[in-house]
Every structure is written in C-alpha cells, then in structure tokens.
C-alpha cells in the first residue's frame, strides 16, 4: 500500500521553487496529445516540470505502478451521459486485494471526483 501511495504523491509534489512537478493543462482544442512517461521525466529532469493533462498523468502512474509489480486499470470516466472524458489509474493492493483510485489531477479530491462520474469503463494493463 504505501508504494501505491507513494505514486499517487508524485503528482502533488513541488520542486524546491514550488512548481509542481506535473502542472496540469488542457490539450489544445479538438487535439489529443499524449506524453509518455519517458518524455515527462525527460521534461522534469530538464525543466524541473511538465505539462500534462489526465492522460499524460494516468500513462505516467500505470508505468510506475507496473514497474512495482502492481495490477494496473485505466478508469475512463464520463461526468455527462455518452461521454467519456476523464481518464485515471487503480492499482490493486496485493494484500488486501483492494483496488486503490489514483487520479493525479483530482488529487486529494479524488474519491469526490470519482463518485461525480455518470459512466465508467475500465481496461486492464499487462
């Protein structure tokens, strides 16, 4: 559990000037872009942040989690009928078998972001 957490911290974390190291943004209008987990540490290393957005950040999560051994789900959520919008990570912790919600742009209002969402849909990583 605790490296579990340990992930979901990272994306609350600020630098030594205070800039978070995942800043979000939105992607440019009717445009889907997404970093990968080796482009954003890329960026932080070289410009102590990066611009991400939900995707960038579930990406981010889902590789550090796989690289724990963690059991790793997408969640896309919809907070409107018919429209998927939103999308973050669970990690099942091996212990208890809990599945834990990770949303890095939510943050500490995640389980309030989550219980908003009118539709979900989950897709396991390997």
């Known amino acids: 559990l ?5 992930v979901r911290n990272a ?4 630098n030594t000037d205070g800039t978070p190291f ?3 943004t939105n992607d440019p209008k009717h445009v889907e872009l997404l970093k990968t987990p080796q482009r954003q540490a890329l ?10 957005d939900c995707d960038d950040i579930a990406a981010m999560a889902a590789a550090m989690l796989l690289q724990l051994g963690r059991e790793v789900e997408l969640v896309a959520m919809g907070f409107a009928p018919n429209s998927l ?9 091996p212990k208890s ?11 500490p209002r995640e389980r309030e972001a989550a219980h908003k ?5 989950g897709r396991k990583l390997d």
């Open 2 to 6: 605790g490296e579990i957490l340990a």
């Open 11 to 14: 994306f609350v974390q600020k």
């Open 22 to 24: 995942f800043r979000y």
């Open 43 to 52: 960026e932080i290393n070289q410009n102590g942040m990066t611009l991400v």
């Open 85 to 93: 919008s939103h999308v973050a990570v669970r990690a099942k912790e």
């Open 97 to 107: 078998g809990q599945w834990i919600f990770i949303d890095g742009v939510a943050g």
């Open 117 to 121: 969402a009118q539709e979900v849909a």
